[in-house]
């Protein structure tokens, strides 16, 4: 009696994977022929990754094989789709189009997250925002735009590298229910990005239209420090929805706070309001509060502005713990989630995300 190819695959179909189904059900089996006695074919995964664990599979579809009467030779091959191909963008390349807009189709509102100055928690607001959205059910992306400081990879705990489906366009990477892309997940993070201006607008040019973000009710957008090239290209190019201007209470930080505001006006972007980050800690042996960088200096700035105070964040041991270890404290469950959470309602019922 001759050999034939259903003969095989019903011996294959009774290897089941570990994560279900078979081989033939899967359709892993590849290039099956049949010379005399002979049978070959190959097992193609669909990573390499699975092609690595797999050997005793192959070893155990060539043994099936050898059951079937008249077959005196098995020949069986592993083999794994081809690595997606990494993104062909020449990252840092000048901006295109001129003016024209580089808003992505399918996001119905930019919220811009800025700071005057370095080093008031600005990332730190953007990425808890992000998560306590999520957790609010809507649908959030978060694009780091400090292509110089790029923090965000580490605050939501990312490490690999964007892929490409067609070596034009990149998929964000998922994080507690949040799309993420930042040029950090591209680059080696020990390397500094020594760019002039034109590449910094490019590159927040190439993550806004190159990256596919599909349907979000929000976006973030994490803004460098400062007044510069980066948040001139979004205002003007992407026309964000709001900004929200991140602060300590201090005199210093509010200097800088304040040009911040008024680079939105003049860019004609709707300030949503401010947030006094590291406001007051709170000593958690003794109960004792303490103001280590002043308190209620935003408080008062947003009542001269005639702006809404949209928070006022605790400095606390949690909120960097969380941030290095990549699972924001927004996650959680202590009165520093409790105010993200507030905030995050607060911003959905105003129609904002």
Known sequence: MSITRADIEARLALLELPDGGNLVSRDMVRALSISGSEVRFVIEAPTPEMA?????????????????????????????????????????????????????????SILAVASGKGGVGKSTVASNLAVALARQGRRVGLLDGDIHGPSQPRMMGLSARPVSVDGQTMAPLRAHGVSVMSIGLMLDPAKAVVWRGPMLMGALQQMMTQVVWGELDVLIVDLPPGTGDVQLTLCQRARPDGAIVVSTPQDVALLDARKALDMFQVL??????????????????CGHEAHIFGHGGVRAEAETLGLPLL???????????????????????GPTAEAYGTLARRLVEEGRA
Do not use: Y
Request: hydrophobic share 40%; net charge negative.
């Open 52 to 108: 690595r664990m797999m050997e005793p599979l192959r070893a155990a579809a060539e043994r099936a094989a050898l059951t079937l009467p008249g077959v005196s030779h098995a020949s069986v091959a592993l083999t794994a789709h081809a690595a997606p191909p990494t993104p062909s963008l020449k990252l840092g390349g000048h901006p295109k189009g001129g003016d024209s807009s580089i808003r992505p189709e399918g996001i119905k």
């Open 311 to 333: 928070a006022a964040l605790p400095i606390d041991l949690e909120t960097r713990l969380s941030g290095d270890s990549g699972v924001p404290v927004a996650l959680g469950a």
């Open 268 to 285: 004609e972007t709707p300030i949503l309001g401010l947030i006094e980050n590291m406001s007051v800690f709170h000593c958690p042996d």
